[in-house]
């Protein structure tokens, strides 16, 4: 461990890979093309069948790889943070990219201020042949705090698991290896409840949506997931701890992912949670009141609310039909003079 030196932290990237390729090698690039290289890269092959272990035995230092049978994305993660001798560690999932001064921008960060445990950035979201189609704080509006996090988070996830933390900070913790889904919700959770949090406002990382993502093929179930992190919320001390106002904006966000999976009865519970709570908060009272015109009328308004928000994410359709939306509405603008075609494996430039 270098903590007592802060200049001279060493970072260990881990990118958990099974089946994927198509993206592994620019994931892996991506990660070796930083102004400042990591001390390792560490890929977890968790069991891949399709050509994965060939494409990765091509690299040697700082990449390392670990094959192990397939036991999942959390147990992957842990595999890699068990083999970690960096100060730092930076997720990376295998199909997403990093831009190049992604690991020297946040390493700064933490090692200027010791005090800090986790880094997280903005992203640009690509589609699967790797075209950029917007800045991921547009489509999915909202705060991104910095320093205590825990009552935001309580209400949503607004940082992915591409972020940077303070090996040390991390106690023990690691991903949960019975969760499919939400994983590292989870995790900003319980580091949440003793951790400060730093947001940098700079798109350092390429998000990819693609049919295979499991946030795209199983929506329901990353929903029952973030509600089984948010049920863990609220069952931790530190919940109590939050304002009335902070506690019941929680339990409303809770109640609208119950409405959104058709459980009116279960969402309302949670609105008049809410406005128990503090009587004066609007968004319970309305809430409240619109839930008693039924699921559909609850849907839609909850729907509209977040479109006028600007929330693309939190419609109906689901986070593939968004990402077509924009790529076929920058296909139909007219291009600009610089614009060159997609490629699958893109390189990402410094103005990222």
Aim: aromatic residues 6%.
């Amino acid at each position: 461990m270098q903590d007592h030196d802060p200049s001279r932290l060493s970072i260990s990237v881990i990118i958990p890979t099974y089946n994927r390729a198509t993206f592994i090698q620019a994931a892996v690039d991506s990660a070796l093309n930083q102004t400042r290289v990591p001390l390792e890269i560490i890929v977890v092959d968790d069991g891949s069948t399709d050509g994965t272990h060939r494409l990765l035995s091509a690299y040697g230092a700082p990449v390392r790889v670990i094959r192990q049978p397939n036991c999942g994305r959390s147990a992957a993660r842990n595999t890699g943070l068990r083999a970690a001798r960096g100060d730092l560690i930076l997720f990376l999932d295998s199909d997403d990219l990093l831009a190049p001064r992604c690991i020297e921008r946040c390493a700064r960060v933490l090692e200027q201020d010791t005090d800090l445990s986790v880094v997280y950035t903005d992203a640009h979201v690509m589609d699967a042949g790797g075209r950029i189609v917007g800045r991921y704080s547009q489509i999915l509006r909202g705060r991104r705090p910095s320093g205590n996090v825990f009552d935001e988070l309580a209400r949503r996830c607004f940082l992915t698991v591409s972020s940077m933390v303070r090996r040390s900070c991390l106690a023990g913790d690691v991903f949960e290896e019975g969760m499919e889904h939400c994983e590292d919700y989870d995790l900003w959770r319980r580091l949440a409840a003793r951790c400060r949090f730093q947001f940098v406002d700079e798109p350092l990382l390429c998000y990819r949506f693609h049919d295979g993502m499991t946030v795209a093929s199983e929506y329901s179930k990353t929903l029952e997931s973030e509600i089984e992190v948010q049920r863990r919320f609220m069952a931790m001390p530190e919940f109590a701890g939050l304002t009335r106002r902070q506690r019941a904006r929680a339990y409303c966000a809770h109640g609208i992912k119950h409405a959104m999976l058709d459980r009116t009865d279960v969402a309302r519970r949670h609105f008049r949670n809410a406005v128990r709570t503090h009587p004066g908060y609007l968004g319970g009272l309305l809430l409240s009141g619109i839930s008693l015109f039924g699921a559909r009328f609850l849907r839609y308004t909850i729907v509209k609310r977040r479109q006028l928000a600007g929330n693309r994410l939190g419609t109906h359709a689901g986070p593939l039909a968004v990402v077509r939306g924009l790529c076929t509405s920058q296909t139909n603008a007219p291009p600009a003079p610089d614009d060159s075609e997609p490629v699958a494996r893109p390189v990402l430039s410094e103005t990222l």
